[in-house]
């Protein structure tokens, strides 16, 4: 399962899948990450956590625990 935390910075991937339950799946939805939508790694903060992605022409910073649980393509 390859998940868009392992996804180096400049790469795209496709969702494939969001895991976890209840408010935390909910809220990564919300925020515009759903199946079949493209996401870019545009770059990470000095330690690794958040990183900076950009989907549907804005950019989002997330979790790197939050982006465990979105498998890709």
């Known amino acids: 399962m390859r998940t868009l935390r392992d996804v ?3 790469s795209s991937a496709k969702v ?3 895991n976890g339950e209840g408010a935390v799946k909910r809220h990564i939805m919300d925020m515009g ?3 079949g939508v493209t996401i870019t790694i545009r770059k990470t ?3 690794g956590d958040p990183i ?3 989907l ?3 950019e989002l910073t997330l ?3 939050d982006a465990g649980m979105i498998e890709i393509e």
């Open 52 to 54: 900076e992605i950009t």
């Open 8 to 10: 180096p910075v400049g």
């Open 33 to 35: 990450i759903t199946k």
């Open 56 to 58: 549907r022409g804005y």
């Open 45 to 47: 903060a000095p330690l």
């Open 16 to 18: 494939k899948k969001i």
């Open 63 to 65: 979790r790197k625990a």
